[in-house]
């Protein structure tokens, strides 16, 4: 399949400070993207989606303020988690579509995840 | 809203023995249905894709799919230890951005 890579896989940051977590696309375009945010033991969160050029779309209830989403070009798209709080901690997950690959609802290529704790 | 309900488990089989996962969603729309594995702490993968009605069959994973009743289901035939993971299904329509269910956790024990 294609291949999604996501960075870093772990970080520990202070409370109010910023991380941003990358998301690459390795061997395919993607003019959109997907970020999710996983609690243990419960199911994977859409957050945003991330399309080439323009604004994100957040989903309802998500601060975009807070949840900075950059997709400068059709391989990269950032997620930066401003003024972080314990609350935040969780696990961030990243993904894509290849869509020359089926004109159909492609299946989504998940990137390796990044576990974020606030401390 | 759009829902996706799956048992969280544990399913628990014997080493050997089919593995049974079942999903039912509720928007009569989908096209497009996935499952994927999760092992704890790492991101999903994808395991199979279906999108008509009927068996779609890749290894010892069979994927049914059933629209008219609005059910997915996972088989894992010969299961091996390292089949335990949680298993996410994931429904899309048009707009191509799947909703996950919470996923079943399988134990699949020597």
């Known amino acids: 399949g294609a291949v999604v890579s996501q960075h870093p896989s772990r970080v520990i940051c202070k409370s109010g400070t910023s991380v941003k977590i990358e998301c690459r696309s390795l061997d395919f375009q993607a003019t959109t993207m997907f970020w999710y945010r996983q609690f243990p033991k419960q199911s994977l969160m859409l957050m945003a989606t991330?399309?080439?050029?323009?604004?994100?779309?957040?989903e309802q209830g998500v601060e975009k303020d807070k949840f900075l989403i950059n997709h400068a070009s059709l391989t990269l798209s950032t997620l930066t988690v401003t003024s972080a709080h314990p609350e935040d901690s969780s696990f961030y997950i990243c993904s894509a579509r290849d869509p020359s690959r089926d004109t159909r609802n492609t299946e989504a290529f998940f990137g390796q995840g990044t576990r974020l704790t606030v401390v | 809203q759009k829902e996706v309900e799956q048992n969280s488990g544990p399913l628990s089989v014997p080493e050997g023995a089919i593995a049974s996962l079942n999903c039912t969603y509720s928007?009569?729309?989908?096209?497009?249905f996935f499952w994927y594995r999760q092992y704890s702490g790492k991101s999903p993968e994808l395991i199979m894709s279906i999108y008509s009605n009927g068996d779609k069959e890749d290894g010892r994973f069979t994927a049914q799919l059933n629209k008219a009743s609005q059910y997915v289901s996972l088989l894992i035939r010969d299961s091996q230890p390292s089949d335990s993971a949680t298993y996410l299904c994931?429904?899309?329509?048009?707009?191509?951005?799947?909703?996950f269910g919470r996923g079943t956790s399988l134990i699949v024990h020597p």
């Open positions: 994931a429904v899309s329509g048009g707009s191509y951005i799947p909703t």
């Open positions: 928007d009569r729309v989908s096209q497009s």
């Open positions: 991330s399309n080439e050029g323009s604004k994100a779309t957040y």
